[in-house]
Protein backbone atom coordinates (compact mmCIF):
# COMPACT_ATOMS: atom_id res chain seq x y z
CA UNK A 1 0.00 0.00 0.00
CA UNK A 2 1.57 3.20 -0.95
CA UNK A 3 0.52 6.68 0.20
CA UNK A 4 0.05 10.19 -1.80
CA UNK A 5 2.77 12.68 -0.37
CA UNK A 6 -0.29 14.93 -0.11
CA UNK A 7 -2.50 12.75 2.03
CA UNK A 8 0.39 11.70 4.41
CA UNK A 9 1.17 15.87 5.18
CA UNK A 10 -2.15 15.61 6.14
CA UNK A 11 -2.92 12.48 7.99
CA UNK A 12 0.89 13.82 9.68
CA UNK A 13 -1.05 17.14 10.39
CA UNK A 14 -3.98 15.91 11.64
CA UNK A 15 -2.04 13.45 14.45
CA UNK A 16 -0.05 16.26 15.66
CA UNK A 17 -2.75 18.98 15.52
CA UNK A 18 -4.97 16.08 17.33
CA UNK A 19 -5.44 17.73 21.41
CA UNK A 20 -4.30 21.15 20.46
CA UNK A 21 -7.66 22.34 21.36
CA UNK A 22 -6.51 22.17 24.93
CA UNK A 23 -3.48 24.63 24.12
CA UNK A 24 -3.92 28.08 25.39
CA UNK A 25 -4.39 30.79 22.31
CA UNK A 26 -3.68 33.82 22.55
CA UNK A 27 -6.25 36.47 21.42
CA UNK A 28 -9.12 33.43 21.20
CA UNK A 29 -11.70 33.23 23.48
CA UNK A 30 -12.21 29.66 25.02
CA UNK A 31 -15.99 28.79 24.21
CA UNK A 32 -15.56 25.25 25.88
CA UNK A 33 -17.86 24.87 28.61
CA UNK A 34 -15.71 23.21 31.57
CA UNK A 35 -17.64 20.40 33.22
CA UNK A 36 -19.24 21.04 36.86
CA UNK A 37 -17.14 20.16 39.47
CA UNK A 38 -18.60 18.57 42.83
CA UNK A 39 -18.13 20.55 45.97
CA UNK A 40 -14.83 19.51 48.00
CA UNK A 41 -16.75 20.62 51.38
CA UNK A 42 -19.65 22.12 52.87
CA UNK A 43 -17.44 24.91 54.14
CA UNK A 44 -16.61 25.42 50.47
CA UNK A 45 -19.81 26.54 49.83
CA UNK A 46 -20.58 28.45 52.60
CA UNK A 47 -20.75 32.46 51.96
CA UNK A 48 -17.77 33.91 53.92
CA UNK A 49 -16.00 37.55 54.13
CA UNK A 50 -13.22 37.98 51.93
CA UNK A 51 -9.89 37.34 53.61
CA UNK A 52 -6.17 38.34 52.45
CA UNK A 53 -4.29 35.09 52.15
CA UNK A 54 -2.39 33.51 54.49
CA UNK A 55 0.45 33.50 51.37
CA UNK A 56 0.48 36.61 49.55
CA UNK A 57 1.73 36.97 46.47
CA UNK A 58 5.18 37.47 46.09
CA UNK A 59 4.78 40.65 44.15
CA UNK A 60 2.84 42.04 47.32
CA UNK A 61 6.63 42.34 48.72
CA UNK A 62 7.20 44.86 45.84
CA UNK A 63 7.54 48.48 46.40
CA UNK A 64 6.36 49.88 42.79
CA UNK A 65 3.58 50.82 41.03
CA UNK A 66 3.67 52.19 37.90
CA UNK A 67 1.63 55.59 38.21
CA UNK A 68 0.00 56.33 35.11
CA UNK A 69 -2.11 59.93 36.38
CA UNK A 70 0.53 61.84 35.03
CA UNK A 71 0.98 60.51 31.22
CA UNK A 72 -3.04 60.29 31.22
CA UNK A 73 -2.83 63.95 32.62
CA UNK A 74 -0.57 65.11 30.02
CA UNK A 75 -2.21 63.29 27.02
CA UNK A 76 -5.50 65.08 27.98
CA UNK A 77 -3.92 68.48 28.09
CA UNK A 78 -2.51 67.42 24.53
CA UNK A 79 -6.04 66.68 23.73
CA UNK A 80 -7.25 69.94 24.30
CA UNK A 81 -4.49 71.58 22.11
CA UNK A 82 -5.13 68.80 19.22
CA UNK A 83 -6.41 70.84 15.94
CA UNK A 84 -7.24 67.63 13.66
CA UNK A 85 -9.46 64.79 14.40
CA UNK A 86 -7.22 62.47 13.39
CA UNK A 87 -4.39 63.88 16.25
CA UNK A 88 -7.23 64.26 18.56
CA UNK A 89 -8.15 60.25 17.95
CA UNK A 90 -4.49 59.05 18.23
CA UNK A 91 -4.49 60.99 21.65
CA UNK A 92 -7.59 59.51 22.61
CA UNK A 93 -6.25 56.52 21.79
CA UNK A 94 -2.98 56.54 24.18
CA UNK A 95 -5.12 57.36 26.85
CA UNK A 96 -7.59 54.83 26.52
CA UNK A 97 -4.88 52.17 26.05
CA UNK A 98 -3.07 54.14 29.68
CA UNK A 99 -6.28 53.33 31.38
CA UNK A 100 -6.92 49.60 30.12
CA UNK A 101 -3.29 48.97 31.33
CA UNK A 102 -4.29 50.86 34.60
CA UNK A 103 -7.65 48.38 34.60
CA UNK A 104 -5.61 45.48 34.00
CA UNK A 105 -3.15 46.09 36.68
CA UNK A 106 -5.53 46.44 39.31
CA UNK A 107 -7.56 43.51 38.17
CA UNK A 108 -4.19 41.25 38.33
CA UNK A 109 -3.69 42.50 41.39
CA UNK A 110 -7.11 41.95 42.96
CA UNK A 111 -7.04 38.50 41.31
CA UNK A 112 -3.82 37.99 43.50
CA UNK A 113 -6.13 38.11 46.77
CA UNK A 114 -8.69 36.07 45.96
CA UNK A 115 -9.30 32.39 46.46
CA UNK A 116 -9.22 29.71 43.39
CA UNK A 117 -13.40 29.84 43.51
CA UNK A 118 -13.70 33.47 43.58
CA UNK A 119 -10.94 33.92 40.62
CA UNK A 120 -12.66 32.26 38.17
CA UNK A 121 -15.89 34.38 39.29
CA UNK A 122 -14.36 37.45 38.41
CA UNK A 123 -12.47 36.22 35.27
CA UNK A 124 -15.94 35.25 34.16
CA UNK A 125 -17.27 38.72 35.29
CA UNK A 126 -14.40 40.48 33.66
CA UNK A 127 -14.90 38.87 30.41
CA UNK A 128 -18.58 39.57 30.12
CA UNK A 129 -17.61 43.27 31.11
CA UNK A 130 -15.23 43.39 28.05
CA UNK A 131 -17.92 42.38 25.72
CA UNK A 132 -19.97 45.18 26.93
CA UNK A 133 -17.81 47.66 26.61
CA UNK A 134 -17.22 46.54 23.10
CA UNK A 135 -20.77 46.74 22.65
CA UNK A 136 -20.80 50.14 24.39
CA UNK A 137 -17.79 51.16 22.21
CA UNK A 138 -19.76 49.96 18.71
CA UNK A 139 -22.65 51.80 19.67
CA UNK A 140 -21.26 55.09 20.22
CA UNK A 141 -19.37 54.13 16.62
CA UNK A 142 -22.72 53.86 14.92
CA UNK A 143 -24.23 57.15 16.45
CA UNK A 144 -22.36 59.31 13.72
CA UNK A 145 -21.67 59.09 10.32
CA UNK A 146 -18.36 60.49 10.25
CA UNK A 147 -15.71 57.69 10.40
CA UNK A 148 -13.12 60.07 12.27
CA UNK A 149 -15.98 61.27 14.49
CA UNK A 150 -17.36 58.09 14.96
CA UNK A 151 -14.11 56.28 16.21
CA UNK A 152 -13.33 59.55 18.89
CA UNK A 153 -16.71 58.87 20.24
CA UNK A 154 -16.07 55.16 20.12
CA UNK A 155 -12.63 56.09 22.13
CA UNK A 156 -14.88 58.20 24.74
CA UNK A 157 -17.04 55.22 25.18
CA UNK A 158 -14.05 53.10 25.68
CA UNK A 159 -12.46 55.49 28.36
CA UNK A 160 -16.01 56.00 30.26
CA UNK A 161 -16.98 52.19 30.59
CA UNK A 162 -13.26 51.96 31.53
CA UNK A 163 -13.15 54.42 34.34
CA UNK A 164 -16.52 53.32 35.59
CA UNK A 165 -15.02 49.72 35.55
CA UNK A 166 -12.18 50.68 37.55
CA UNK A 167 -14.29 52.48 40.34
CA UNK A 168 -16.14 48.80 40.98
CA UNK A 169 -12.39 46.94 40.89
CA UNK A 170 -11.12 49.95 43.27
CA UNK A 171 -14.55 49.08 45.76
CA UNK A 172 -13.91 45.25 45.52
CA UNK A 173 -10.29 45.66 45.99
CA UNK A 174 -11.33 47.82 49.19
CA UNK A 175 -13.15 44.94 50.94
CA UNK A 176 -10.87 42.16 50.14
CA UNK A 177 -7.29 43.75 51.50
CA UNK A 178 -7.21 46.51 54.76
CA UNK A 179 -4.38 48.18 54.02
Known amino acids: MTFKPGLTACLLAGLFLTGCQTLPMPFASNTAAEPPREEASAQEAAPSQPKPPENPPASADLNWEPNLD ?5 LQAQLELDESQLAKNQTLSSI ?20 EKARKHEVELQNRWLDQRAGAMTRAFLNDEDGEVARFAAGQAFIEETQKRIRELEQLRAL ?4
Open 70 to 74: QPITQ
Open 176 to 179: IVIE
Open 96 to 115: AYLYDARLYMLFQDTLDYLP
